[in-house]
Structure formats: structure tokens, C-alpha cells
């Protein structure tokens, strides 16, 4: 494999690193791992590719773009294409908007990387693959394989697991008054 496989990425140092940086965040904080290639554990094994999209922000100026719609081939399937597309219940806005306005406070917060907190079994993570950089700072250097261990952004199925494993957690852990108002709300 061409190891020059994203241009843009290899003439920009200052990007290369930081796109390094969150990848080896990901893998510190545990949401990806790397893969010991002559381990070839899952019968199923998708590589997802990956870019990175620019933002005007001082504390991320960039993110890396997970595509799960991406084909191999017009005869292959993408991720998005084997997983379930089931509308979440939170779809409904003007309910959402007037449950929001129902009470006379509101509260509403955006909890860092949320879909990473919700974990993957061990045989569906080799569909989650994805390439990197041996050495982030090269790049000519090897490529190294990575799966996820967490559920992904941007895959189609993910607004549905972790809404329904909020729902999960409300309904086992609801006896604190927070979560029992959460579940009225929530869970309608």
C-alpha cells in the first residue's frame, strides 16, 4: 500500500502531528486499540477510511472524519450499508422542543465524545478498522492497523446505541431524583 495515502495530510507537518495527537489520544483513553496483524480474529473485516475536516476553533482545529459509507468497490457493501438504520426516538423535534419549554428550567449539556463511551463487543470491532502511521511525524513510515472499541461517530446505527443505552442506564440506575426526571422526560 502506498504509504502516501493522503497528500494533504503528508505536506502539512503541524496537521500530520496533531491528526497523530487525537489518534493516539483515542488509543490512550482506550477508544481504539491497535491490531497485531497476524491475529486475524473476526471472519468479518472492514478498513474505514478517514479524513481530516478543518474548524475554526482554538481547542480543535481539526477532527478526524470517520467515513462509514465508504465502498471498496461498487460490489461491496459499506459499514453503513450492514448496519441497522433505526430512527432514533429523539427524532421528533417539536416534541423535544416543547418537553423543553414544559418546565420552568431547562438544562441541556454535550457530553465530550459521547458516542466513544459506549463500547463495542470484541467480535464486531475488526469491522471498525481503520489505517494509521507508525510514526505520525513520517510519512513514509509503516502503516498500522487500529479498530475501535467504542462506538464510532457517523456510523448509521450509532444514534440508535446510545440512545438506547441511555435509556438502559435510566431504567437500572434510576433511583437518584436526577435520573427519575430524566426518565419522565426521556424516556415518553
Known amino acids: 500500500m502506498d504509504n502516501t495515502w493522503n497528500k494533504n495530510l503528508s ?37 474505514i477510511p478517514h479524513h481530516p475536516i478543518h474548524k475554526e476553533s ?10 462509514c459509507s465508504c465502498r471498496q468497490s461498487p460490489s461491496h457493501p ?7 438504520d433505526t430512527p432514533p426516538k429523539l427524532n421528533d423535534l417539536t416534541k423535544l422542543l416543547v418537553q423543553f419549554r414544559a418546565n420552568q428550567f431547562a438544562t441541556c449539556t454535550d457530553i465530550e465524545k459521547t458516542f466513544l463511551h459506549v463500547g463495542l463487543i470484541e467480535e ?3 469491522v471498525t478498522r481503520f489505517l494509521w502511521l507508525s510514526d505520525p511525524t513520517n510519512p513514509g513510515s509503516q502503516l498500522k492497523t487500529y ?16 440512545n ?22 426521556y424516556l415518553r
Open 11 to 47: 505536506q502539512d507537518p503541524k496537521l500530520l502531528k496533531k491528526y497523530g495527537d487525537i489518534i493516539a489520544e483515542q488509543e490512550r483513553r482506550a477508544f481504539v486499540e491497535t491490531v497485531d496483524e497476524k491475529e486475524q480474529k473476526g471472519v468479518k473485516i472492514h478498513y
Open 147 to 162: 479498530r475501535f472499541k467504542a462506538v464510532l461517530f457517523g456510523a448509521t446505527s450509532s444514534p440508535f446505541i446510545l
Open 124 to 126: 464486531d470491532r475488526d
Open 78 to 84: 459499506s459499514l453503513s450499508d450492514c448496519l441497522m
Open 164 to 185: 438506547t443505552t441511555i435509556q438502559k442506564h435510566l431504567k437500572q440506575f434510576g433511583n437518584s431524583e436526577t435520573a427519575k426526571n430524566s426518565r419522565k422526560r
Open 58 to 67: 482554538s481547542t480543535t482545529p481539526i477532527r478526524i472524519v470517520y467515513n
